[in-house]
């Protein structure tokens, strides 16, 4: 009796042990994140480009990697979102019969999900060659689109999966074509299409390699899809490697306003599902 | 049992899904503007027969059907057939009711707008007739714009069957409609059932045999993928011909 006392204790010990340890790591890196970088927030980090000698740590801000990185996180959900509908509807509502090509299909989408986002980076890079394109916002937009079409399509797929066959039966027995039938069944997963969004734009502005190549980096906000963008990661990146305490210090800053600009967008999508279950 | 003018013909019907031979060699008429009921046991395929009128067995997975189904002298099985204007002339209505993800209103407008009425006061007529005929619309007359999934499961299946009429069937089919439903909800689709004889065929799937009873004019009695017997309801109920048949309504097969 006593040893199987003591067996429970021993794993609620590891079990409260591990969940310290994950949450604990979360508080220490906010915190980290914060203490280095709140001295060096300022109003001028959000509303300014880079001004004269940035890198030596002067004055201006990170706007151009803020506006950047929306751009090209906003662009690539978009994009991706138009690819990836389609594909997530015709896998789970045209091939019936064909379970063999729909599992393959779910594969090959599974290792697209798991190859290093470097390897989109140098694969979009090879396009832009090809095409003639320089480093651009255009070229970021279509490597991080390559890089979240398997996040959507995976976690779309997910989604329809849940939608009971009885509703698109129903649908189907009203005389519905599968297209009206697809719409339906869009219908009843919108706020699956949300998480998908959110996964995919919180995966899309933090990803480095992807734009490591494609995207280049400017002090300048872009103003056409042809010029190169900063983005967030990259500009932390620089920052955090220059030996100016003070560039440092500001790459914390923008770190911070990362996973605040994440938190931001992981709420609002809180607030619009709870908003859409309540309907 | 034959049938002078049958609305649904049956004829050699087989049905295989993966290695399973679910239904064998069916042969059937359904008599037009009649409750039919389907009894049997669990798994003896009962619900894959109904499906089968309507076709929505194309959507199932590793399914081979063999034989002929004829509705209105159409063969349903044709590969030339239209399966969308097949599937108008059946309203479905399935064991738990799956309003679609928009509001009353919509639900039963639904059908229609698909099959092409635009106009609103025309939309407005068929939303108001066919709730009424579901015994729906004093209860949701004032909110028909709010969501169908508010409604009390007793509503959404008369919602769901709201809907199947809106777009004109011949026929109703209802796969144990009623199960998810408490006593009250339950008899007011038999009631329902029993008045929407005059103007559809009702073929119904039911596990209930107290229900076949009550609303049915004739009974099926499937066993193991068979049709074992089939007759006017007082003559299956009361006096079973075949063994299987008096074993499952005495309750020793279940």
Not at chain 1, 29 to 56: E, H, N, Q, R, S
Not at chain 1, 119 to 129: H, T
Not at chain 2, 82 to 98: D, F, N, V
Not at chain 2, 169 to 195: C, N
Request: charge should be positive; glycine fraction near 8%; charged fraction near 20%.
């Amino acid at each position: 009796m006593r040893l199987r006392k003591l067996e429970e204790l021993f794993f609620k010990f590891l079990m409260v042990l591990a969940t310290i340890v994950v949450s604990g790591s979360f508080f220490l890196i906010v915190g980290t994140v914060f203490y280095k970088g709140a001295p060096y927030m300022t109003w001028d980090m959000l509303t300014k480009t880079p001004g004269g000698g940035f890198y030596i740590g002067k004055e201006g801000g990170i706007l151009n990697a803020i506006i950047g990185s929306m751009y090209i996180a906003g662009g690539a959900t978009v994009l991706g979102l138009i690819i990836s509908i389609p594909v997530a509807i015709y896998i789970n509502m045209y091939m019936d019969g064909k379970k063999f090509l729909s599992n393959t299909l779910r594969m090959v989408f599974d290792v697209l999900f798991g190859i290093p986002s470097i390897v989109y980076g140098a694969f979009g890079f090879l396009i832009m060659v090809y095409f003639g394109l320089r480093a651009s916002l255009l070229g970021g937009i279509i490597a991080v689109t390559l890089l979240v079409i398997p996040i959507l399509v995976r976690t779309l797929d997910e989604v329809i999966r849940t939608v009971p066959l009885e509703l698109r039966d129903a649908a189907l027995s009203l005389g519905s074509t599968r297209w009206e039938t697809a719409k339906v069944v869009l219908r009843a997963i919108k706020p699956g299409i949300i998480t998908a969004i959110l996964l995919s734009f919180g995966r899309a502005i933090g990803d480095v390699a992807a734009v490591l190549f494609t995207a280049g980096f400017s002090d300048n906000i872009p103003t056409s899809l042809h010029e190169p963008a900063a983005t967030l990661p990259l500009a932390i990146f620089f920052q955090l490697g220059s030996p100016v305490e003070e560039v440092q210090g500001r790459g914390y800053a923008s770190a911070l306003i990362l996973t605040i600009v994440v938190l931001i967008i992981t709420l609002l999508s809180e607030l619009l599902l709870k908003k859409l279950y309540k309907k | 049992m034959t049938i002078a003018k049958p609305h649904i013909s049956v004829q050699d019907l087989n049905v295989h899904i993966g290695d399973n031979h679910i239904l064998k060699n069916i042969n059937i008429d359904i008599p037009d503007k009649s409750v039919i009921s389907i009894i049997g046991p669990s798994g003896c395929g009962k619900t894959t027969l109904l499906k089968s009128f309507n076709r929505l067995l194309d959507t199932t997975a590793e399914v081979k059907v063999s034989g002929n189904v004829w509705i209105d002298g159409e063969n349903i099985y044709d590969p030339k057939v239209e399966i969308t204007h097949i599937r108008k002339k059946m309203g479905l209505l399935s064991q738990r009711p799956y309003p679609l993800p928009m509001s009353i209103y919509d639900n039963v407008a639904y059908g229609p707008r698909i099959h092409g009425i635009k106009k609103k006061s025309e939309l407005d007529a068929i939303v108001e007739e066919q709730l009424k005929a579901t015994a729906l619309w004093n209860e949701v007359k004032d909110r028909l714009s709010s969501s169908a999934s508010r409604l009390s499961i007793g509503q959404q299946q008369r919602l769901c069957l709201a809907r199947g009429l809106a777009v004109g069937p011949e026929i109703i089919l209802g796969d144990e409609s009623t199960s998810a439903l408490d006593p009250i909800s339950t008899s007011i689709i038999e009631d329902l059932f029993v008045k929407l004889k005059e103007k559809y065929t009702i073929v119904l799937v039911t596990h209930i045999l107290r229900q076949a009873a009550r609303v049915s004019d004739y009974i099926i009695f499937v066993y193991m993928g068979r049709i074992i017997e089939y007759g006017l309801t007082d003559q299956i109920l009361r006096n079973p011909q075949e063994t299987l048949t008096q074993e499952y309504v005495k309750g020793y097969i279940v």
